[in-house]
Structures are given as C-alpha cells and as structure tokens.
Nanobody
Framework: QVQLVESGGGLVQAGGSLRLSCAAS????????MGWFRQAPGKEREFVAA????????YYADSVKGRFTISRDNAKNTVYLQMNSLKPEDTAVYYC???????????????????WGQGTQVTVSS
C-alpha cells in the first residue's frame, strides 16, 4: 500500500511558477513509477509527467514540455513537479500517482497507476 499526499498548489499569475510536492508513505517508494496528472473543470483527467524508479527517465505531455520538470527524492519518499511559465490553461486539480510496473508500460497510461493522491488545486490567472 502507498498513500500519497500532494501539496504546493495555489493561485499564481500567468508566467509565474509553482512547485508541487507529493509525499508517499511506505518503504517501497523507490519501486514505483511516479506520475503527475491533472483535471481541469469539465475535462477529463490527463497525463502531465512521469518519472522512473531512480529518476533517470522522464516523460512529459507535449503541452508542458520545456516548462515543467518532474523529479524525485527517494530518500524523502517525495516526488516534485516544478512548473514554470504557467498559463491559464494549466489551471486544474493536480494529482500524483504511483505505478508498480515498468516505466515503458506505465508512463502516460492512467490505468497503469495503482495509487492516487487526493489532488491539489492550481489556478493560474491571466
């Protein structure tokens, strides 16, 4: 079992930055692929970014590539999402998730993720 708790959301102006954190419980954090997803009002949840067990491989949605950076600290059981150059269209509830499968299998596939956090709201004003 893995429990995930996101933090760091808030209100920011367009062009600003935020860093989201996701703290995981359990001693097997390093065995999980970690991903960030988001859901805007009236839209389906979509993939944002994913990172492999050791952090050596990352994968991003085209919409955030070059602006967002995913990282992890296995010693702290935490995964981060640094978001720069934020746009109003980035407004959403952001969720972290953990997948106990291979990176190439999980990545952007929501169905591959076994555990989900409760989400944190990010609002970008224009």
């Amino acid at each position: 079992q893995v429990q995930l708790v996101e933090s760091g959301g808030g209100l920011v102006q367009a062009g600003g930055s935020l860093r989201l954190s996701c703290a995981a419980s359990g001693r097997t954090f390093s065995r999980y692929i970690m991903g960030w997803f988001r859901q805007a009002p009236g839209k389906e949840r979509e993939f944002v970014a994913a990172i492999s067990w050791g952090g050596g491989n990352t994968y991003y949605a085209d919409s955030v590539k070059g602006r967002f950076t995913i990282s992890r600290d296995n010693a702290k059981n935490t995964v981060y999402l640094q978001m720069n150059s934020l746009k109003p269209e980035d407004t959403a509830v952001y969720y972290c998730a953990a997948a106990g499968t291979a990176f190439g299998t999980a990545r952007a596939q929501q169905s591959a993720y076994d555990y989900w956090g409760q989400g944190t709201q990010v609002t970008v004003s224009s």
